[in-house]
């Protein structure tokens, strides 16, 4: 199976978001899936340091950069737009992350018009406190766009009981339950100051 996760930035000034598509990308091509991840050089104020259009190797999936336009969270990559329109078909699933950006409402409608199925990970964009800052422009952009690519999904990843709530109450009955992951190994030399 070939699996594609498209997220419009990467870098570590976005926080958790870039973190969770790098480890799940990792972990799924552990069970023997072909993953690779598309994103941009985005980087908040700056850009990633980055060879671009190429893919890059990881330990076990591939990692393909696209120039961006971007200000803060707000990203978009002509160039990936142009990419996914070529080579989404070719992927069996398409894994999406975040919300409210126009590149991801973009390769929603790419995966519906070429009949790609795919899976949507709002990382908490759906949440009370996430739609009410900057209200007015996400309700627009919500019911014109997020709304009907969410009901189109396959399945909505939520990462907690309460994310879950949150979807089901906006009437999304096809959220599955997949919280983050850790490495054990990470927590087992704790030191206790």
Known sequence: ??????????????GGTSRVVSELARSLANSSLSV??????ANDGEILDVELQKWLCQSNHRVQYFPAWHRSDLVFSSTLLLWLNQHIKNY?????HTLFSPLIALTHALCRFY?????MTP???LDP?????KAWKKRF???????????????????????TEQVSKLGY????LIPNGIHKCEFEQLSYA
């Open 123 to 125: 990382h908490g964009m």
């Open 36 to 41: 690779d991840v598309v994103s941009t050089n």
């Open 129 to 133: 406190w996430a739609l009410s800052y």
């Open 115 to 119: 009949q790609v199925p795919y899976v």
């Open 1 to 14: 199976m070939k699996v594609l996760f498209v997220s419009p930035y990467l870098g570590n000034s976005y």
């Open 141 to 163: 952009y919500y019911s014109r766009f997020e709304q009907p690519f969410l009901k189109n999904a396959s399945a909505i990843q939520t990462l907690s009981v309460s994310e």
């Open 92 to 96: 069996d699933i398409v894994h999406t």
């Open 173 to 176: 009955a096809h959220s599955i």
